[in-house]
């Protein structure tokens, strides 16, 4: 079945890095647009990146601009979202869903759990 | 960047009774204006796109309307498994917005 699931969450220190994996499955994973879109505690959703099916095209919300690269591997079927001089304002969960091309997101990921906190 | 404003925020509902969400645009965004329902612990799924088409699977009581500026989602018939937070979300510039969302509770 169509699926994604999200890898690489964890606990960091103000200024660490992070590694999301997204990985796709069920799908013609290099046919589609890809974002992330994260979940603070307790508040709404806020869209992070995208990248077009081929990678060439990128985009980043202005709040994490210069600080997370978001990248794909479509041999390996996978999105990719680093995330380098976190703060604790970026904790949240990280969802990794499908841009379906037709209208809005049609599946996302299960999301994981990013912390940051000293 | 377009602000996506819903209405209200909190909405206590009996079962079998109407609910309307509304969202505002702060500037025209045609019809890409999309909605997504986050039940507890759960990650969002995509109820309508495009405003007001359908999407396959969803029940026939959630149906959207608008353009422009002003969108609305209508849950017709409200049943208990309807309780979640609903989200507007614009695709039409970058960055993609979506609204603050809406909870809605079953009384």
């Known amino acids: 079945q169509v699926q994604l699931v999200e890898s690489g969450g964890g606990l960091v220190k103000p200024g660490g890095s992070l590694r999301l994996s997204c990985a796709a499955s069920g799908f013609t994973f290099s046919d589609y647009y890809m974002s992330w879109i994260r979940q603070a505690p307790g508040k709404g959703l806020e869209w992070v990146s995208y990248?077009?099916?081929?990678?060439?095209?990128?985009y980043y919300a202005d709040s994490v601009k210069g600080r997370f690269t978001i990248s794909r591997d479509n041999a390996k079927n996978s999105l990719y979202l680093q995330m380098n001089s976190l703060r604790a304002e970026d904790t949240a969960v990280y969802y990794c869903?499908?841009?379906?091309?037709?209208?809005?997101?049609?599946?996302w990921g299960q999301g994981t759990t990013v912390t940051v906190s000293s | 960047e377009i602000v996506l404003t819903q209405s209200p925020d909190f909405q206590s509902v009996t079962p079998k009774e109407k609910v309307t969400i509304t969202c505002r645009a702060s500037q025209s965004i045609g019809s890409s204006l999309h909605w997504y329902q986050q039940k507890p612990d759960q990650s969002p799924k995509l109820l309508i796109k495009y405003a007001s088409q359908s999407i396959s699977g969803v029940p026939s009581r959630f149906s959207g309307s608008g353009s422009g500026t002003d969108f609305t989602l209508t849950i017709n018939s409200l049943e208990a498994e309807d309780a979640a937070a609903y989200y507007c979300h614009q695709s039409s510039s970058l960055p993609q917005t979506f609204g603050q969302g809406t909870k809605v509770e079953i009384k």
């Open positions: 990248i077009s099916s081929s990678g060439s095209t990128i």
């Open positions: 869903a499908r841009e379906s091309g037709l209208g809005g997101m049609d599946v």
